[in-house]
């Protein structure tokens, strides 16, 4: 469960939510993650991510809390099939046994005060499904 920003479009497909902002130049995606201890699980999620794109750059991975859950971000830089430069985020939150997976997309040029305050609402707002 999160909070959609008035204006982002959101879809299902399975257990997977996906919310895209109006523009389209941003997306985040909510569903299952891996099974296993965060710091394993977050950086097999992160690597799949990545997998995705060349001349992946990678942000160090950070600790947050997400709700009352611990949660692992990495973030990179990469070129997609396109060659357009895309920002990522791969933010595994715990939950036993199967992690909980968020992945934020944007366009790697775009203004992070327009980006990150609605993608920060959708993040912080992510509460597990009862």
Same mark, same amino acid.
């Given at each position: ?19 895209? #902002? ?11 993650? /891996?099974?296993?201890? !965060? ?10 991510? +990545?997998?995705?794109?060349?001349? *992946?750059? *990678? !942000? %160090?991975?950070?600790?947050? $809390?997400?709700? #009352? /859950? $611990?949660?692992? @971000?990495?973030?990179? @830089? ?6 357009? #430069? &895309? /920002?990522?985020?791969? !933010? ?5 046994? $199967?992690?909980?997976? &968020? +992945? ?7 203004? %992070? ?7 920060? /609402? !959708? *993040?912080? #707002? ?5």
């Amino acid at each position: 469960r999160f909070d959609a920003p008035d204006g982002w479009t959101t879809t299902q497909d399975g257990r997977t939510t996906t919310v895209t #902002s109006p523009d389209k130049e941003t997306v985040v995606t909510l569903g299952a993650g /891996r099974v296993g201890p !965060i710091p394993m699980a977050g950086t097999l999620f992160f690597q799949e991510v +990545a997998s995705h794109y060349k001349n *992946v750059q *990678v !942000i %160090p991975p950070e600790a947050k $809390t997400i709700g #009352s /859950r $611990t949660a692992l @971000v990495y973030g990179g @830089v990469g070129d997609n099939e396109k060659n357009t #430069s &895309i /920002r990522f985020l791969a !933010i595994t939150v715990e939950n036993n046994p $199967t992690n909980y997976a &968020i +992945a934020v997309f944007t366009v790697a040029d775009s203004d %992070p005060k327009v980006v990150l305050p609605p993608v920060n /609402r !959708i *993040v912080d #707002s992510f509460r597990p499904g009862t």
